[in-house]
Nanobody
Framework: QVQLVESGGGLVQAGGSLRLACAAS????????MAWFRQAPGKEREFVAS????????DYTDSVKGRFTISRDNAKNTCDLQMDSLTPEDTAIYYC?????????????????WGQGTQVTVSS
């Protein structure tokens, strides 16, 4: 099993940047595919980005391509989301997710482990 704890959320002005971090417990972090999802008020949880076990394969939802970067450090058991050029539409609670296995997915149902979430608010 793995436990996930997100950090790095906060309030930022439009055009600014934030870096979210997901710290994972356990000794087999490299065996997990990782992803970030977000949920805005009144909306369903949506896929943001994913990364496979090695970090060699990543995927992004269209709205964040070119602005967000997902990465992982298997030696430190962390998965980060660098968010640049933020807009008010990025305001949401951001969740880190994990699933045992090499490949990742954009489907929330694919992931069995979730963090508690971290709030990101972008002001205009």
């Amino acid at each position: 099993q793995v436990q996930l704890v997100e950090s790095g959320g906060g309030l930022v002005q439009a055009g600014g940047s934030l870096r979210l971090a997901c710290a994972a417990s356990g000794r087999t972090f490299s065996a997990y595919a990782m992803a970030w999802f977000r949920q805005a008020p009144g909306k369903e949880r949506e896929f943001v980005a994913s990364i496979n076990w090695s970090g060699g394969s990543t995927d992004y939802t269209d709205s964040v391509k070119g602005r967000f970067t997902i990465s992982r450090d298997n030696a430190k058991n962390t998965c980060d989301l660098q968010m640049d050029s933020l807009t008010p539409e990025d305001t949401a609670i951001y969740y880190c997710a994990a699933r045992p296995g090499a490949g990742s997915s954009s489907s929330a149902a694919f992931y069995g482990y979730w963090g508690q979430g971290t709030q990101v608010t972008v002001s205009s």
